[in-house]
């Protein structure tokens, strides 16, 4: 394989990581709420700020913030959930006043971001300096090879969390039936306090390692969220399994595309498949069956 | 179950209208006249551009219950084609301004085949992406044809210079005005058609609908295509009005701005883009300087009226006014 494919093989997949940190998030709001975060991606912005001042102004290592961002945006998620969801639920109108209402959300923080960082680029150091080359010359960064350890692990944190821990089980019972884990002594309220929580902080976490490739900016969150959208609905809404899937399928094609014909149809391209994909299975790749419950 | 919004298009709302709207219209009529104020005319020509667009998104959106995000971009369609054909070809405004709307049109069918077979969030997605891809495309444009990010420049306007910088004015004027009343018009005869009660019987319960006959695909491929027509006819307005048209129409802020006023107003109801735009347009006046605030402001209205007035402002006011007349009416 020539260079430039392995280089955008390895790209791929490191994009794949953050996609699945991001739009896991999104599904598991998704998949217990039946709710559309639009906020998604100002989290993710948020968390990039997070690790940025504790690394430029408290001198710390950026690894500091990672953890520090998670804390932090998983405390901004809590307030969503209390602001946004609790009085909605149970309402009519769910699905679009819960669209409406995260999208205020995403304007009001990220202009209170503006006015408190201002609009000037700012940029993260890396985790790690310095990067090794593989046999034919591909140079892979330390960094890079943090994001895909922090991706992976946080992936399977996920999933043992969802299927061996107390909270986990209640959130997956909450998602498959909210009446019935009501009825079995799960604090629904609680519990979605903990998703809204726990997928803003993998927001966090994903923007705080993509902050060292892309500038950070107040509107810096706009295409992940977007991308980590079509990851969402291609991995079929609500499924985990098909999100990662998915997310990796997403981040190599997208690789492949600016490669071969340049990023700029980078979007294009992935709309066009999307378009295709929901013509053949109108529920994802590991769809629910959601067609019919939405 | 007809909900609260469509009765106010049908029904009670009526009483009052019979009012407002003659009032509002003539006022509107007079106002260049006795207040030929250049700066205040142009503030209600761009108002009456905005509300002839989110009337459109509102009958897609609230009536139809379509939840598309692809105005803005039929909207910029309908802008660069009919300045496009007028800067190449030579070809009138006044001809192309229809080959705009028609483009938008045929976009808008393009778009909504494979999405409109979806549901809900999927459709939020798929025009979302159709708006970003626009703006990516536009907005890199190398060769000159749409003018990249800085958009396309003197484009041909409908002539009225010729007879001094005043007329110019009142003629833009009244014709945004007119094109804002026969949008604002068209919408709410199709509202009351039996086209319409098809519309809103898809959007409050969908199996029903089927049930009786209504083919949803069919008629929300019409819906999207009767909006896409005037918002294509208004944005090449906007596109000779102002004299240029930039990938800056696609902003994620601009587009934000008119949910806005949608919601705020009370999506679904005849008055609520209206108010709501007339609202919104004027609040970012009063803050014209500080931008953030406005915005964060204009955030917390979307989370307020989406938490606590699912059904917007006209609602409430509605709600004001009877409780006003019973009150009145006890009192006697």
Known sequence: MSAPLVQSIVSGLLLGSIYAMMAMGLTLIYGALRMLNLSHGVLFMIGGYVAWTVATYLGLHPLVGLILAFGVVFFIGLAIQRVVVRPLLGKSGWEINTIV???????????????TFGARQKSLPPMVEGSFALPNGVVVTYHELVIALVAVASLVGMSIFLSRTRHGLAIQATAQNRDAAHLMGVNVDQIFALILGVSSGLAAVSGVLLAAFYFLSPTVGGVPQLKALLVTIFGGLGSAKGTIYAAYTIGLLEALVSLYLGAKWALPVLFVFMIVVLIVRPSGLFGLGEETRL | MIRAPSQEMTGQGQRAMAWTWPVLGLAMIILPIVYP?????RLVILTFIWIGVNQCWNLVMGVAGIFSLAQLALFAIGGYTSAMLALYLGLPPWITMF??????????????????????????LLTLAFHEILRVLIGTDQTGLTGGAFGLYNVPTFGA??????????????FAMILSALTVWAIYRVTLSPIGLAFQALRDSEGYAVARGISPFRYRILVFAISAFFTGLIGAFYAHYLRTISPSVLSFGLMMNLMAMIVVGGWGTFGGPILGTVLLVALSEVLHS?????????????????????SGLVKVFADLGRRFRQWMDGSE
Not at chain 1, 101 to 115: F, R
Not at chain 2, 167 to 173: G, L, P, Q, R, S
């Open chain 2, 290 to 310: 500080v931008e953030q605030l406005r915005l964060i402001l204009l955030g917390l209205a979307m989370i307020l009226v989406a938490v606590l007035f699912p």
């Open chain 2, 37 to 41: 104020n250049p700066y205040i005319l």
């Open chain 2, 99 to 124: 080959l705009g709307g028609l483009a938008a049109v045929l976009a808008s069918v393009v778009v909504g085949l494979p999405t409109l077979r979806l549901r809900g969030v999927y459709v939020v």
């Open chain 1, 101 to 115: 209402a995260t999208l205020g959300v995403s304007i009001v923080l990220e202009n209170v971001m503006l006015l």
């Open chain 2, 161 to 174: 210079e010729v007879f001094g910088k005043r007329a110019e004015i009142m003629f833009h004027y009244y």
